[in-house]
């Protein structure tokens, strides 16, 4: 399945979740926090400014990015649960 954000909009995966503490505890699924870390699978062509120009946007395919709890909308695309949120979004690119 092909799928291309809007305007300033990403595509994300949520990184998978540890099943265990550093310490060996294992974590059950109705106690675990959703991952606020996220690979950038794909984005939209940039942000229209007032002069009608496209500002690209500072993320691409591939970026691992940190983004707040409750952002994004929550989709089903292909069987696989993913995020769309927009670019303002993200706190951060992690390197």
Not at 22 to 51: H, M, R
Request: charged share 30%.
């Amino acid at each position: 399945m092909s799928f291309r954000p809007l305007h300033d909009r990403v595509l994300v995966r949520r990184v998978t979740a540890e099943e265990k503490t550093s310490g060996g505890i294992i974590i059950p699924d109705t106690a675990k926090e959703k991952p606020q870390e996220g690979e950038i699978v794909a984005v939209g062509s940039g942000l229209v400014n007032d002069k009608g120009e496209v500002r690209p946007l500072d993320v691409k395919a591939g970026d691992r990015v940190l983004f707040g709890k409750w952002s994004g909308t929550e989709v089903k695309l292909g069987g696989e649960e993913l995020l769309i949120m927009k670019e303002s979004d993200i706190m951060g690119v992690l390197g």
